[in-house]
């Protein structure tokens, strides 16, 4: 068990000022800074590990402008940011005083020395990032008559810049192969996989953009009617280095290579190349989001509600995680990645050896690399993400809708049914383009067979995963929710929920909901017909029944004839209380 020891700080401040009789100005700050501490036994390096701070700031100024008691303005403006940082400790060793003869950077650290079912020792690299977004909002709230209007709008730039030494210190696997014991492996110094990298360098800027009008009007005393219109453009996360590329089928077919970086296998292309979208994907302005409302007290009592709305809401500020898939790879860094293999005789088995890893793998060693590399630098085997080369690029959108049933049986107790709802379209997933040939495409006699897809009959060829970034995910949740609510009677509050639902998507079970990542696609293969069919099913976070009840109960005051001090220790206690129950996650036998 390692040691695990972090301090935390806040602060919190807000200021509120009238300026005259129709203006208030509002100004709030929060920071905290996070430390984790590391640790450096250097007689016992199984307790390494690395620190990390994390320090976050955010600032609002607000101006409310009261142009009349039918007429108000808000103006924000925000900002935040974070700056992260993780790292050893001074002090430390690296695997050039183990005896290993590679190339280390100048602060000495270990990334990782992994010995197979035993033990891993090391810790992350070095690394800073740095994000940041400002924001400028404004709203108008306006009555008229019967109707209340709102408008607005909301526009903000943000960056992310992260500088990572990325497998710089060198990553090392032992297992069983050759000894047939990973600690005899380790001993011996037999390495199964190494990897090195120049590291993991990132400089996105972003810019987003809405505007949206609403209505809230009051056709008749018992019924009001909700209305608006958001519109969001699309604009892409931008790698102002340029660190953006994709693959394109046809241009693999035709052997046409990148002339940005003409080492590239065929069929990749990358910011520079004539008719590439530099930041992968292009803008779409065509995203407008109606949504609709009613409440209705059906009998105009004030005890019978009927509610109900309906919405779409496209996911316009994608994650930027979605936009670095060629930050830790080649061509924009310099790495290396090769396994030992045994085989039959000793004329065809390449196993490493720890003191010298680049000796006996047939492979240069490109360390020291400069950084970024060139372009005429080699591109060694290893897998590639791309965005969609088939079809014309979805933003992810989302569409729910609901309908209520609200009832006040007693004037303590009240009941609610409703009918929730919601599906998306578009969502990311992982598809491997790549995929290898089963024998359900060719015979285990053939050659091809267990080749991938674009390594068969080609010079420049894939054999490594080339994962795309699918925007073909579906998913949909219907829901019945059934609440009371018996508020306070007898010193006692009781709420009780119960929602029957279910939750079906077809994206690859425990896909990566951060990032597209290899090795993490559909259980088919791309070639089958409707190869997502056997990944169609109850999403992961699918319960089909959750219940819960909770109470808070007012003690009765008692010793009244008591001393006061007394009295004040005795009363005014509540007691409260929570049971939640759930069904249990979705079973899959893959």
């Known amino acids: 068990i390692l040691p695990n020891f972090y301090n935390l700080g806040e602060v919190t401040a807000r200021f509120d000022q009238d300026l005259g009789t129709n203006d208030r100005l509002t100004a709030r700050y929060f920071s905290d800074g996070y430390h984790v501490n590391g640790v450096l036994n250097l007689k016992n390096l199984l307790t390494y590990t690395d620190q990390a701070d994390i320090h976050y700031y955010n600032a609002l100024v607000s101006e409310a402008h009261t142009f009349s008691s039918r007429l108000i303005n808000n103006l924000i403006l925000s900002y935040q940011l974070e700056d992260a940082s993780r790292g050893p400790l001074p002090g430390s060793i690296n695997v050039n005083d183990l005896g290993v003869n590679i190339w280390q950077p100048a602060f000495k650290q270990i990334n990782q020395i992994a010995v197979s079912g035993f033990f891993t020792l090391g810790g992350n690299p070095q690394a800073d990032f740095a994000r940041a977004n400002y924001t400028l909002g404004d709203d108008i709230h306006w009555q008229v008559k019967n109707h209340n209007l709102a408008f607005g709008f909301h526009g903000e730039i943000a960056k992310v810049d992260v500088n990572n030494l990325f497998q710089q210190p060198g990553l090392f696997t032992f297992n069983a192969n050759v000894t047939n014991n990973a600690v005899a492996s380790f001993l011996l110094g037999y390495v199964q996989n190494f990897a090195q990298a120049s590291g993991q360098f990132l400089d996105l800027r972003g810019k987003f ?203 303590s107790l009240l009941t609610r049914v409703a009918y929730v ?83 079906i998507d077809n994206t690859p079970y425990n896909q990566s909901s951060t990032a597209i990542a290899s090795n993490n696609s559909y259980v088919l293969p791309i070639y089958e017909p409707n190869f997502k069919r056997l990944d169609h099913g109850p999403s992961d976070f699918n319960h089909a029944h959750v219940a819960s009840i909770s109470f808070v109960y007012q003690m009765p005051k008692v010793m009244q004839d008591a001393p006061s001090a007394l009295r004040y220790v005795v009363n005014n206690w509540q007691v409260s209380g929570l049971f939640q129950t759930r069904s249990g996650d979705p079973l899959t036998i893959l």
């Open 209 to 411: 953009f809405g505007f949206y009008a609403q209505d809230s009007w009051k056709l008749t005393r018992n019924l009001t009617l909700d209305y608006g219109l958001r519109y969001e453009p699309f604009i892409p996360w931008h790698e102002v280095q340029g660190r953006m590329g994709s693959f394109f089928p046809n241009l693999f077919a035709s052997n046409t290579h990148s002339t940005v970086y003409p080492l590239a296998p065929a069929g990749l292309q990358f910011a520079g190349d004539a008719g590439f979208n530099r930041n992968g994907i292009p803008n779409i302005y065509s995203h407008f989001m109606p949504r609709v409302g009613f409440a209705w007290d059906i009998f105009g009592t004030g005890k019978t509600s009927l509610r109900g709305g309906a919405g779409d809401f496209y996911d316009s500020r994608l994650s930027s995680v979605f936009f670095n898939i060629y930050s830790n790879t080649s061509p924009f860094i310099t790495n290396f990645n090769v396994s030992s293999v045994e085989g039959t005789q000793t004329t065809n088995s390449v196993v490493m050896n720890f003191t010298n890893p680049y000796s006996n793998t047939g492979n240069a060693n490109p360390f020291p690399a400069s950084q970024p590399p060139p372009n005429t630098s080699a591109i060694p085997p290893q897998a590639f993400l791309t965005y969609d080369p088939y079809h014309s690029f979805k933003v992810p959108i989302s569409y729910s809708w609901n309908l209520a049933l609200e009832q006040q049986v007693t004037h």
């Open 421 to 503: 709802a919601g599906h998306s379209s578009h969502q990311w997933t992982p598809v491997e383009l790549n995929s290898t040939l089963n024998a359900d495409a060719v015979a285990q006699t053939d050659p091809n067979y267990n080749r991938r897809l674009y390594n068969i009959g080609c010079v420049s060829c894939f054999t490594q995963p080339i994962t795309e970034a699918n925007m073909g995910g579906n998913a949909n949740c219907n829901s019945l929710q059934l609440s009371a609510e018996q508020r306070m009677r007898s010193g006692l509050t009781i709420l009780a929920n119960y929602t029957w639902s279910k939750a």
